[in-house]
């Protein structure tokens, strides 16, 4: 018995050796930046995400690391990492702003979530950075959203666009608080859309407010834009336990099987450059 318990222990020990040593090269190294407070269900979304990402870099290998100090978004930290991953916010400082620019324009790579595109003057996040809205993103400013966050079957746009092979024609989203926009990223010709609420959806929310309930429209909610390697998705609002005080997690972002192969698909196409 002791000689078996010796035995794992040392195949253990050379399964992690192995693992480690797999590990030193990594295919691209991703950074993801995050705020974590304030509305609970980012915060949630936040710390899943810090949990599957490494699951899928053990995996796929490439090197996942996190900050929530936004004073890395800087040259000589970013050149670390082919792909920055926004979780929650923004940077808010122009030095911050003009590196992450530069990055991009320099063909650095981005993955963006939900809020990391919300922009709405007057508020805390207004939208004072027209390169990132307007020329970057091609949203403009926030104009709305569903309210409470639900599911929606989702539509693929863009079947030929690496980030979407092989998901189905339509799938089941994991329920989500769903963002509109001032600007029509149809009129865009440097917008690819890649995935769309399927009219099959609506109504899509629950109110109680009339305007939190979409009855009809076009609504993009992944999207990449050609001059960069990019890719935005509406994703990361969790369904949150409001009502009753607990402001226990309702959701997972992570829980439609299809979602996540579409965002594990994105990123690996921002990090292989292809």
């Known amino acids: ?119 709405l003057t007057p508020s805390a996040y207004p939208q ?35 980030t979407t092979r092989k998901l189905p024609t339509t799938f089941t989203s994991a329920p989500n608080e769903w963002y509109k926009w001032t600007h029509d990223l149809r009129q865009n010709p440097g917008i690819d859309i890649l995935l769309a609420i399927d009219p099959s959806s609506f109504p899509l929310g629950t109110g109680p407010k009339p305007h939190e309930i979409w009855h009809e429209g076009y609504y993009p909610v992944a999207w990449t834009n050609r001059r960069y390697r990019m890719v935005y998705m509406n994703m990361g609002h969790n369904d949150m336990d409001y009502e009753h005080g607990t402001n226990r997690p309702l959701s997972s972002t992570f829980s439609s099987p299809a979602q996540s192969q579409f965002i594990l698909q994105s990123l690996l196409w921002l990090g292989k450059g292809k």
């Open 128 to 162: 004072n950075w027209d390169w990132y809205h307007e020329q970057f993103l091609g949203t403009g400013d926030y104009a709305g959203n569903t309210w409470r966050p639900t599911s929606a079957t989702l539509r693929v746009q863009d079947r030929r666009h690496p």
């Open 1 to 119: 018995m002791k000689l078996l318990r010796l035995l794992v222990l040392i195949g253990l020990s050379a399964w992690a050796g192995l693992a480690q040593a797999q590990g030193s090269k990594p295919a691209f190294r991703v950074i993801a930046f995050f705020t974590g407070r304030n509305d609970l269900a980012h915060i949630d979304f936040v710390r899943e995400a810090n949990q599957w990402f490494p699951q899928q870099a053990a995996q796929h290998g490439f090197a996942y690391d996190t900050t929530s100090n936004w004073q890395n978004l800087n040259a000589s930290f970013l050149a670390r990492y082919q792909v920055v991953l926004f979780l929650d916010t923004r940077p808010e400082q122009p030095a911050q702003r003009a590196a992450f620019q530069q990055y991009m324009e320099h063909g650095g790579a981005w993955l963006g979530f939900h809020f990391s595109a919300f922009a």
